[in-house]
Nanobody, 124 residues
Framework: QLQLVESGGGLVQPGESLRLSCLAS????????IGWFRQAPGKGREGVLC????????NYASSVLGRFTISRDNAKNTVYLQMNSLKSEDTAVYYC?????????????????WGQGTQVTVSS
């Protein structure tokens, strides 16, 4: 059964870091692109970063440029989202999702499976 499980969220102060993990099962991770998304209270779901099957990354959110990075460890079936210099506006539920294909298409409609999400709260 295909499954994505996020972990690593929590409460941090502004300026601190967190690393989120997305553990995949039920499929061959390096055959697909994986995206990270977030949804803040009262707002729509926003794309953050995507990583292709070959490891190339695409940034979907200019607000995280230079602060967030995405990586994957295919041996561990895991995709990571490293978040540095966190700001209060980064507070959201973060989701990882499986893209239909090998490359990051940039289209929300190409993501076929989603994790349950992990809460990130940045507050002093």
């Amino acid at each position: 059964q295909l499954q994505l499980v996020e972990s690593g969220g929590g409460l941090v102060q502004p300026g601190e870091s967190l690393r989120l993990s997305c553990l995949a099962s039920g499929f061959t991770l390096d055959h697909y692109a994986i995206g990270w998304f977030r949804q803040a209270p009262g707002k729509g779901r926003e794309g953050v970063l995507c990583i292709s099957g070959s490891g190339d990354s695409i940034n979907y959110a200019s607000s995280v440029l230079g602060r967030f990075t995405i990586s994957r460890d295919n041996a561990k079936n895991t995709v990571y989202l490293q978040m540095n210099s966190l700001k209060s506006e980064d507070t959201a539920v973060y989701y990882c999702a499986l893209e239909r294909g090998y490359y990051c298409s940039g289209s929300l409609h190409e993501y076929t499976h989603w994790g349950q999400g992990t809460q990130v709260t940045v507050s002093s």
